[in-house]
DNA sequence: TAGATTGTTAATCGATTAACAATC
DNA sequence: TAGATTGTTAATCGATTAACAATC
């Protein structure tokens, strides 16, 4: 059916940047044309991988010559959204959303946080990275003078879904919540979760792992029978 | 093979603590037994999933009755190493530092961090969120005599692989890494990285596709063939 | 006993990987 | 032409989902 394209695998999507990323690093007045073989040794990837990724996004490149690096570098950003930057609303101004306001290179990923909302009247009028924290009540109204769609979170949990609301109604269509809570909201918003607490449980079930390989290991050394397992769980990345 | 478990996906890996979040908030003196149909419908997940997932941990319950509630929660807690804290180091004082000290609920979830590092002269000394900001050359020598064996990375990308190094040569076995960029480690090394690039590459296309189907759909509604296209991609958790 | 839940095995689905043809 | 790379199809692998038996 013309028009229905498959939407990209996340696991595609989450390593799109990762090659962008490399391609930026490039000199385009010496390197003309770059191949998957030469993105894959670079960001430590499978060529397969890459190539399937560039598939996925549905980027074409030249068989033998590969792909012209400026195309290819405009085909991604395009694919991304991020060659058309889109005003974006934080709510919460505290150290989070300090540190993500100090993310100076969002802007071109297409992400410009324009204000930053709370509830703390001492946060209120003052400045948050040269950003202007207003109250969170003026949130809805804002975003839909100013036709802003995509929205931030960094309050506490309990604050949540009741910003998240609050957006909604003001017409914001994505939410990146770093909030650790599920938000109930309307299938056809865009919601994309960061729980720490998540990535955590992660981490920390690797290093218990090792912990407790280790002393498997050395309580069998003591027992005179030393069999020490390798393991290897980095990340790909 | 006795002693060799299956690692649990990934996937499961980070659905436990949205379990484990439930069950505590559950009052253990009205409830002793929960089920997975329990959790599930409280979590909005499928019953399959929630009971492969305690497979996976290597959890069992009995037939008809359930999952004992206490002995969940600290089955789980012990799974993902959260029953006994560990020690971390904190690389980079900046705020994105100071917003990881506002977790307080990591010491929860196994982690508690006990000194923040940087290389700014204005900041050691100083204290961050009321942890000590010492001198990043400390970082190895405290790490090997105080026995930390994780490490937090929230410097910026050029000084990571540096910072990485140091945490490695000071005996440190899992790394929590919120720098963009990869980092080349000895292979037993655990690392997570939290790449918020990646995020919000995601995130973005998503919110492409959705403006250009709206952009789509209004544009075939002035040329008076409505057909707007329905789209859910809203996260499961 | 009946019904609800876990345990276990099989089926499905999708992502990754492999193999080979097409192309420059 | 030969070789390198992309394009395309198939195979593999693993996670998810389904089905049904076992259990209390």
Same mark, same amino acid.
């Given at each position: 059916?013309?028009?229905?394209?498959?939407?990209?695998?996340?696991?595609?999507? !989450? !390593? +799109?940047?990762?090659?962008?990323?490399?391609?930026?690093?490039?000199?385009?007045?010496?390197?003309?044309?770059?191949?998957?073989?030469?993105?894959?040794?670079?960001?430590?990837?499978?060529?397969? /991988?890459?190539?399937?990724? +560039?598939?996925?996004?549905?980027?074409?490149? !030249?068989?033998?010559?590969?792909?012209?690096?400026?195309?290819?570098?405009?085909?991604?950003?395009?694919?991304?959204?991020?060659?058309?930057?889109?005003?974006?609303?934080?709510?919460?101004?505290?150290?989070?959303?300090?540190?993500?306001?100090?993310?100076?290179?969002?802007?071109?990923?297409?992400?410009?946080?324009?204000?930053?909302?709370?509830?703390?009247?001492?946060?209120?009028?003052?400045?948050?990275?040269?950003?202007?924290?207003?109250?969170?009540?003026?949130?809805?109204?804002?975003?839909?003078?100013?036709?802003?769609?995509?929205?931030? @979170?960094?309050?506490?949990?309990?604050?949540? /879904?009741?910003?998240?609301?609050?957006?909604?109604?003001?017409?914001?269509?994505?939410?990146?919540?770093?909030?650790? @809570?599920?938000?109930?909201?309307?299938?056809? @918003?865009?919601?994309?979760?960061?729980?720490?607490?998540?990535? +955590?449980?992660?981490?920390?079930?690797?290093?218990?792992?090792?912990?407790?390989? !280790?002393?498997?290991?050395?309580?069998?050394?003591?027992?005179?029978?030393?069999?020490?397992?390798?393991?290897?769980?980095?990340?790909?990345?």
């Amino acid at each position: 059916m013309p028009g229905t394209t498959q939407p990209i695998p996340e696991a595609s999507l !989450r !390593r +799109l940047p990762v090659y962008l990323r490399y391609l930026q690093t490039i000199d385009s007045n010496v390197v003309k044309y770059v191949s998957c073989p030469d993105i894959a040794a670079h960001v430590h990837a499978e060529v397969i /991988q890459v190539r399937k990724d +560039l598939e996925a996004a549905g980027i074409a490149g !030249r068989p033998k010559v590969g792909y012209e690096l400026l195309k290819l570098i405009s085909q991604l950003e395009s694919f991304l959204g991020w060659d058309n930057t889109k005003d974006a609303f934080m709510a919460g101004a505290g150290s989070l959303g300090a540190a993500l306001l100090g993310y100076t290179e969002f802007v071109r990923c297409g992400l410009s946080i324009v204000a930053a909302f709370d509830n703390d009247p001492a946060k209120i009028g003052t400045r948050l990275r040269g950003k202007e924290v207003l109250h969170i009540d003026q949130l809805a109204p804002l975003a839909q003078r100013m036709h802003v769609h995509m929205g931030i @979170i960094t309050v506490p949990g309990g604050a949540a /879904q009741q910003v998240a609301d609050l957006m909604v109604s003001g017409g914001i269509l994505a939410i990146w919540n770093f909030a650790p @809570i599920r938000l109930s909201l309307p299938p056809e @918003i865009v919601v994309h979760n960061e729980n720490l607490y998540c990535s +955590l449980a992660s981490l920390s079930q690797k290093v218990e792992t090792l912990l407790r390989q !280790r002393r498997a290991a050395s309580d069998s050394a003591q027992s005179s029978t030393p069999n020490a397992e390798e393991v290897c769980t980095n990340e790909p990345a």
